[in-house]
């Protein structure tokens, strides 16, 4: 299983924005630089996190992005669910095409079922504050602040 990429630079996004201090904005090509990544790219995630009301975008001059929730209330588990929109493993699943014969009797299906909801059970143990708190590295990495 593989995650899209709007879901691997939104969780990105999520935990630049996450190691802000609280009256800092970070704009997208602060975010698109300290990952090297595609400003392009970020502008999508960026609409997206928005909408699903996990970042708050600041219009203006002087304006950016910051978290909509405290970090510690967003789910790892949640933006993955809401970003990859099912993850149809398999063409059985809610989202796939639906073309396998063997659908009706296929067994398989509840063993990827059972998969899936243990993989989301995991992500759901992590916060965006469990992967950024007392992470100095990660911190000096993206913000170039050691504190």
């Known amino acids: 299983m593989r995650l899209t990429l709007q879901t691997d630079y939104a969780l990105r996004m999520l935990m630049h924005l996450a190691l802000l201090r609280e009256d800092e904005l970070a704009t997208i090509a602060d975010v698109a630089e300290s990952y090297r990544i595609s400003k392009n790219h970020l502008m999508k995630v960026a609409q997206a996190l928005v909408r699903a009301g996990l970042v708050e975008a600041v219009r203006g001059r002087g304006g950016g992005l910051r978290l909509a929730l ?56 992590y916060s965006i504050d469990d992967l950024v708190a007392g992470n100095s590295g990660l911190r000096h990495i993206l913000t170039g602040d050691a504190a």
Do not use: M, Y
């Open 70 to 125: 405290p970090a510690k209330r967003i789910s790892v588990g949640g933006v993955v669910r809401h970003l990859e929109d099912g993850i149809a493993l398999v063409d059985c699943f809610p989202g796939g095409n639906g073309t396998c014969r063997i659908t009706p009797s296929c067994q398989l299906k509840h063993a990827l079922h059972a998969a899936r909801e243990a993989f989301f059970a995991v992500l759901d143990g």
